[in-house]
């Protein structure tokens, strides 16, 4: 696959970029911040990914149009927020995609992939992240959301049905990252209540609640009060306007005088009740008023914010003391459920091993070229002579340089594996490759390679560093001055 042209539109802001089909630099010629790991997460915004906006841009309000080539097929994929449309270049044909949910439906549609665990764990090849790229070796966060899984993708490549097990280990290990999380908290609520010596803590959520409910009664209290007077008042004016409804008179000493509701003598005070009325409507206000308050006060502690964007003044010891205070651990049972989870994944794993591995050759063929590739990059004696060291757990001690160019063989040696096995060229997108502890020397050694390895591929690096800097030509420069989205760069 490769990416001819990328078009970027925010509100009045519009870039167009065209790129080679051999290597690409965007630079910025030494001037940090200028938007250069933004773009590059949004090439991929681009192609559906669910990616994380950057400070000062909200990539769901920017328009994309990417022009890609795949085995030779020009597509043109637009993406507004949650639509992805195809089309081919011509417009004899086009197809709408809804994301996040029929993301992978469109990346295995392009890629013509059977199977979505080979397309789930495309951008883990095709991209290395500033940060959690450098880290990355065989399993783990792309960027955001997305992992890569060498488990998942060699025995997607062999369609060995995993599915079961893969679903199992994420259920447990979803388990082993809460129950290590309730133990973290509890561990920094005795670390706090010993700095604090052992305070004693009111809830301050509780606290509001109990408040609230107590302003609730008195707010029923007073709706029922009114609710009497005004049935009272009603009453007492039906009755009376029902009795000079009837024209009735009374014969005095003066002669016949009509009943009126005006004349008529009643010991129950009209005016009084409506004076009265009124003054609990006025208290009803100051209650309503005091518990909107109270709850927007307690939505300020639940939730951090609150709706009217009012400053309630909550003091942030109170708020601290109130979540910890809220902690209520059985620790010996939490530590009793995770031993087990633990037990559980280690079972997971030995049989997801074992299914794997059983006569699937494209093992042994990423392990031997990641070993040539790391013998081409001087870092062989870091990788171990057992085939399965593509799985490994054991990173500890490689850092730097030396862990940078492990990265490297691996990404390149599992590339050409799926190559082959997909009949589709992949991209590589590198984020900060020198910005990473790499001397010159080292810099040079993984350009040569890069080159030299992936002559047939499309490879776009981002760096402060000029074209000069990696001591490799570049078949397209792109130099950033201020922002990822800007014209005429």
């Not at 606290?207 to 709706?223: P, R, T, Y």
């Not at 902690?327 to 989870?341: F, G, H, W």
């Not at 082959?420 to 910005?435: G, H, P």
Request: a neutral charge.
């Amino acid at each position: 696959m490769v990416i001819e042209k990328l078009i970027l539109e925010e509100s009045t802001n519009t870039a167009s970029d065209s790129f080679s089909r051999k290597f690409n630099l965007i630079t910025s010629n030494e001037v940090n911040s200028t938007g250069k790991s933004t773009y590059c997460r949004l090439i991929f915004y681009a192609l559906g990914y669910t990616i994380p906006s950057t400070e000062g841009i909200n990539f769901d309000r920017v328009d994309t149009t990417i022009k890609i080539e795949i085995n030779g097929q020009k597509l043109i994929v637009k993406r507004t927020s949650k639509i992805l449309s195809v089309k081919s270049e011509d417009g004899a044909w086009s197809k709408i995609f809804t994301l996040p949910d029929e993301h992978i439906s469109f990346i295995a549609y392009i890629f013509n992939l059977d199977n979505l665990r080979i397309a789930s764990n495309l951008l883990g090849l095709m991209y290395i992240d500033q940060e959690k790229g450098w880290t990355l070796l065989n399993r783990g966060k792309v960027i955001g959301n997305n992992r890569f899984s060498i488990d998942e993708l060699v025995s997607a490549l062999k369609n060995i049905d995993c599915e079961d097990l893969f679903k199992e280990r994420d259920a447990i290990e979803r388990e082993i990252d809460k129950y290590n999380a309730m133990l973290n908290m509890n561990s920094i609520k005795e670390d706090y209540y010993e700095n604090n010596n052992n305070l004693e803590v009111v809830t301050l959520g509780d606290d509001i609640k109990k408040k609230i409910a107590s302003v609730q009664l008195a707010i029923q209290n007073i709706k029922q009060s009114i609710d009497e007077i005004t049935k009272v008042i009603k009453q007492d004016k039906s009755f009376f306007e029902y009795i000079e409804a009837m024209s009735l008179y009374v014969k005095t000493s003066d002669g016949l005088v009509k009943v009126t509701k005006d004349n008529i003598e009643n010991s129950c005070n009209i005016e009084y009740l409506k004076a009265e009325k009124s003054l609990l409507m006025n208290s009803l206000s100051r209650l309503e008023g005091e518990k909107a308050k109270l709850v927007r006060e307690y939505e300020s502690v639940i939730y951090g914010t609150n709706l009217f964007k009012e400053n309630i003044t909550i003091d942030t010891e109170k708020k601290i003391n109130s979540a910890l205070s809220s902690i209520n651990i059985d620790v010996e049972a939490i530590k009793d459920l995770l031993k087990q989870a633990k037990k559980e994944h280690e079972g997971n794993k030995s049989q997801i091993k074992a299914k794997i591995r059983q006569g699937n050759e494209y093992i042994s063929q990423i392990y031997e070229l990641f070993l040539k590739f790391a013998q081409q990059l001087n870092v062989e004696e870091s990788i171990s002579n057992k085939i399965d060291y593509i799985f490994t757990d054991n990173l500890k001690g490689k850092t730097g340089a030396q862990f940078q160019k492990l990265i490297i063989a691996y990404k390149v040696a599992v590339i050409k594996i799926v190559e082959k096995v997909i009949n589709t060229k992949l991209f590589l997108v590198i984020d900060s490759l020198k910005a990473k502890e790499l001397d010159d020397k080292n810099t040079k050694q993984i350009m040569e390679f890069l080159q030299r390895e992936l002559s047939d591929n499309q490879v776009i690096i981002a760096s402060i560093y000029s074209q000069k800097d990696f001591f490799v030509g570049f078949d397209t420069v792109i130099i950033f001055k201020n922002k990822a989205i800007e014209p005429g760069k």
